[in-house]
Nanobody
Framework: QVQLVESGGGLVQPGGSLRLSCAASGFTFSRYAMNWYRQAPGKERELVVAISDGDGYVTTIYPDSVKGRFAASRDDAKNTVYLQMNNLKPEDTAVYYC?????????WGQGTQVTVSS
């Protein structure tokens, strides 16, 4: 059974940074791409970052609004994927989720709340 546990969220002032973590289990983590999503209040969930599998993993950042500010990484030894968020803005306020590639049947974790506010 796939389990996804996101952590690291919190309240941060505009311009601040947070590093989110997602611990995954129940599948062979190293073999699959992982994705970070977010869902802001009243909005649909959106894909933020996709990180490929393998040692030479590649990250793809989707919303233009976070390019240059967000970066993802993974540690296959720890079955964990990270999302480093810098220069946070109020519009980054959302619940952040991780999810493996669609090749891995899974639900959603509980997410981690990020609130950017002064």
């Amino acid at each position: 059974q796939v389990q996804l546990v996101e952590s690291g969220g919190g309240l941060v002032q505009p311009g601040g940074s947070l590093r989110l973590s997602c611990a995954a289990s129940g599948f062979t983590f190293s073999r699959y791409a992982m994705n970070w999503y977010r869902q802001a209040p009243g909005k649909e969930r959106e894909l933020v970052v996709a990180i490929s599998d393998g040692d030479g993993y590649v990250t793809t950042i989707y919303p233009d609004s976070v390019k240059g500010r967000f970066a993802a990484s993974r540690d296959d030894a720890k079955n964990t994927v990270y999302l480093q968020m810098n220069n946070l803005k109020p519009e980054d306020t959302a619940v952040y989720y991780c999810k493996p590639s669609s090749l891995v049947p899974s639900g959603w974790g509980q997410g981690t709340q990020v609130t950017v506010s002064s």
